[in-house]
Nanobody, 123 residues
């Protein structure tokens, strides 16, 4: 059993900041890429940022220079520091992880999603 649990969402004024956290727990052998996605009302889920186990990062053009993704491998945790927030950043933010588990005498790859945390940017 594996769980991804996000926290840190909420209501913030335009120009403000929030920090999201996501902790992966359970029977995990290793975690490769971790990422944040978001889904605004009436829109498709989109990638916000990704980070590999080695620390390489990838960002959506819309958040470059404002958001920073980081991770603590020892804690199986990924963070998203969001600065200079705009109303267009309003969405439910989901954590995602590509990981390896040892199941039935073999190492197997899985992809998991968190339950989401809501971010609202409004004055």
């Amino acid at each position: 059993q594996v769980q991804l649990v996000e926290s840190g969402g909420g209501l913030v004024q335009p120009g403000g900041s929030l920090r999201l956290s996501c902790v992966a727990s359970g029977s995990i052998l290793s975690i490769n890429t971790m990422g944040w996605y978001r889904q605004a009302p009436g829109k498709q889920r989109e990638l916000v940022a990704q980070i590999t186990s080695g620390g390489s990062t990838n960002y959506a053009d819309s958040v470059k220079g404002r958001f920073t993704i980081s991770r603590d491998n020892a804690k199986n945790t990924v963070y998203l520091q969001m600065n200079s927030l705009k109303p267009d950043d309003t969405a439910v933010y989901y954590c995602n992880a590509d990981l390896r588990r040892y199941i039935t005498f073999a190492v197997r790859a899985y992809n998991y999603w968190g339950q989401g945390t809501k971010v609202t940017v409004s004055s």
